[in-house]
């Protein structure tokens, strides 16, 4: 295709405000990372329909190699590549609409690739918390559309006006349920769960309220025997950690497993018996518990111990963003291009394993991409 370049670079600045802080010579850089050894021409395109059937499976995204190499280096995944590969000439030919792909996709110029928009809000969630948000708040959020990555102090700046709603909520509904109460907050890797929690712990604190914690990891199983299974009863002391929530609420002091993140071992064994040589943690009683990690507290058992189930949600692109900076330029975490698949593969499945399942079943959920606070309606009717 003739001025393939410049002319997906044309189709391309309406999906991404950054894309417009470059100049054609660096796109093109970058998209020759991408081109097919044949050419653009060489590329078969999929109808849009297939493409969406695609995305909505999990067969899609299980078959994402994290790890594929080439020369012992990580590469890109063949699914992600082709699907990149489709849009990209799809944009060129008119064969996609931009319209249809930013319906379906966003674009990450770091990663210079679409990854697919995850439906957090399904209808059984907005059912859930009466149809419409308890609170709305201008979205913030959106002056970071432009930015490759965010740090924390625009993270921050963006979300003050959810975050101190929010804080403000659970204060309330505190107050009015009275203590102890426990307390969990989950949400996807990078939404911002660690730097709301202890804005919380800060607040009660003020307050006069002790408080403690209670981490989930440790009450999981010998990493050997979890295999792939996702987090539940099946790769945790799950009895144990009921028992624990239900002897809190009571107001009495826990001993809890401790576990080895080094080793990735627990310090008890399978029938919840403490291994020679380990030791437990103590856990004493507290006005407000809050629970750290995102067990699926969907699960019956647990959701009716829980006096406060919150899910705390930043939109994929955002987190994307966040992760880059933390993740790969500060931490050295991980090598870009595992990161890369990682994320893609990811995102998906674990909305489908998890967070939908936990968005329909808490009690608040503050979108803060959105800037909106949902409340249950029964939460609403406390709140009056």
Same mark, same amino acid.
């Given at each position: 295709m003739d001025n393939f370049d410049s002319r997906l670079f044309d189709f391309m600045k309406p999906l991404n405000q950054g894309l417009e802080d470059l100049e054609l010579y660096e796109f093109s850089y970058a998209l020759k990372n991408l081109q097919p050894a044949e050419g653009w021409d060489s590329v078969q395109l999929d109808a849009p329909t297939q493409i969406e059937e695609q995305l909505s499976s999990r067969e899609f995204y299980e078959r994402i190699q994290t790890k594929k190499k080439v020369n012992d280096r990580v590469t890109l995944d063949d699914t992600i590549?082709?699907?990149?590969?489709?849009?990209?000439?799809?944009?060129?030919?008119?064969?996609y609409s931009v319209d249809w792909v930013d319906e379906h996709f966003y674009f990450d110029i770091r990663a210079f690739l679409f990854f697919h928009r995850t439906r957090y809000f399904t209808p059984e969630v907005i059912s859930h918390f009466g149809s419409a948000a308890y609170q709305q708040f201008k979205a913030d959020q959106q002056k970071l559309e432009r930015k490759q990555e965010i740090g924390?102090?625009? %993270?921050?700046?963006?979300?003050?006006?959810?975050?101190?709603?929010? =804080?403000?909520?659970?204060?309330k509904l505190v107050e009015a349920r009275g203590t102890p109460v426990l307390l969990t907050l989950a949400g996807p890797t990078a939404a911002g769960k660690t730097e709301i929690m202890a804005r919380l712990f800060n607040t009660f604190a003020a307050l006069g309220k002790k408080i403690t914690t209670l981490e989930m990891d440790n009450f999981l199983i010998d990493r050997d025997l979890r295999g792939e299974q996702p987090i539940g009863k099946a790769t945790s002391h799950f009895d144990l950690f009921k028992e624990s929530l239900q002897e809190l609420r009571q107001g009495n002091k826990v001993f809890i497993p401790r576990y080895d993140f080094i080793n990735a071992t627990s310090s008890h064994d399978l029938n919840h018996q403490l291994k020679d040589g380990c030791t437990s943690i103590e856990v004493e009683p507290a006005d407000v518990i809050f629970i750290e990690g995102n067990f699926p507290f969907q699960i019956p058992e647990i959701a009716n111990l829980i006096g406060i189930k919150v899910v705390y949600l930043t939109d994929d692109p955002i987190?994307?963003?966040?992760?880059?900076?933390?993740? =790969?330029?500060?931490?050295?975490?991980?090598?870009?291009?595992?990161?890369?698949?990682?994320? %893609?593969?990811?995102? %998906?499945?674990?909305?489908?394993?998890?967070?939908?399942?936990?968005?329909?079943?808490?009690?608040?959920?503050?979108?803060?991409?959105?800037a909106a606070l949902w409340v249950t309606p029964q939460i609403a009717g406390e709140l009056k």
């Open positions: 590549l082709r699907l990149n590969r489709m849009l990209f000439t799809g944009l060129v030919s008119g064969r924390f102090r625009d %993270f921050r700046n963006a979300n003050i006006a959810v975050d101190e709603a929010f =804080i403000q909520t659970v204060v987190r994307l963003k966040r992760k880059w900076f933390r993740d =790969i330029d500060l931490r050295k975490k991980y090598d870009p291009m595992f990161f890369v698949n990682r994320y %893609f593969k990811t995102q %998906f499945l674990r909305a489908d394993d998890c967070y939908a399942l936990q968005m329909a079943c808490c009690d608040i959920l503050v979108d803060t991409t959105g």
